[in-house]
């Protein structure tokens, strides 16, 4: 099936720094889709990115997807300890499968 | 109202044991999945079900059965329990078939002993 890597896995930032997560596959997709999953929480959409140079913006989260739809991102601007979890993007696979980036756990310390 | 609601919550059982973890939703979705994530926060699919049938079936062991009485129910049964089954276990469910917004569960963190 789709893969999809995401990149850093772990990323320690000061508040107020900004912070940033990639998503790359080999193939094209028809959409990417953003999670947030807090500490002992669960999985929570952020937002769905569908068309080729796609930015959509959500107070300090700026997403985008690139023109060629294999590579997607996820900029927190100045960071605040609340945008602390970790951040997933996700495909949907041929199959109709919700295929998961390995996640970027974000710490942001005070 | 909890849109997905799975439980239970936690679960403590020893190596060898059956056991259930139960999951509906409220929100008249096509299609359920199962999550499996493990210590390092990795998210892989289990199961996923449209309309009562199984529609993908990762390659997980056979130990693990998923159970649909209905649409709005997805339950996941583990026979045989062992130590590196212990996770969390999460329940999603979806309006389409894969391409909509998931809706997940509270998770299930199961310790096996």
């Known amino acids: 099936g789709q893969q999809v890597m995401q990149i850093p896995q772990y990323q320690h930032v000061q508040e107020g720094e900004d912070f940033t997560t990639y998503c790359n596959s080999s193939t094209t997709l028809s959409n990417i889709q953003w999670y947030k999953q807090r500490p002992g929480g669960h999985p929570v959409f952020l937002i769905q990115?569908?068309?080729?140079?796609e930015v959509k913006k959500q107070k300090r989260l700026t997403f985008q997807f690139g023109e060629a739809k294999k590579n997607s991102s996820l900029h927190i601007t100045a960071t605040q300890t609340t945008d602390v979890g970790t951040y997933f993007c996700?495909?949907?696979?041929?199959?109709?499968?919700?295929?998961f980036g390995s996640g970027t756990q974000l710490t942001v310390l005070p | 109202d909890t849109a997905v609601s799975q439980t239970p919550k936690y679960l403590v059982t020893q190596m060898g044991n059956d056991k259930s973890i139960k999951c509906e939703q409220n929100l008249g979705h096509d299609t359920m999945y199962w999550y499996k994530q493990d210590s390092k926060k990795f998210l892989k699919i289990m199961f996923s079900?449209?309309?009562?049938?199984?529609?993908i079936n990762e390659t997980v062991p056979n130990r693990f059965s998923p159970k649909s009485p209905d649409k709005a129910h997805l339950n996941l049964h583990i026979n045989s329990l062992e130590l590196g089954d212990s996770a969390v276990y999460f329940c999603a469910s979806t309006k389409g078939q894969g391409n909509t917004e998931a809706f997940f569960g509270q998770g299930t963190r199961l310790t096996v002993v």
């Open positions: 996700v495909i949907s696979g041929s199959a109709r499968q919700l295929t």
């Open positions: 990115l569908v068309k080729s140079g």
């Open positions: 079900y449209n309309n009562k049938e199984l529609i």
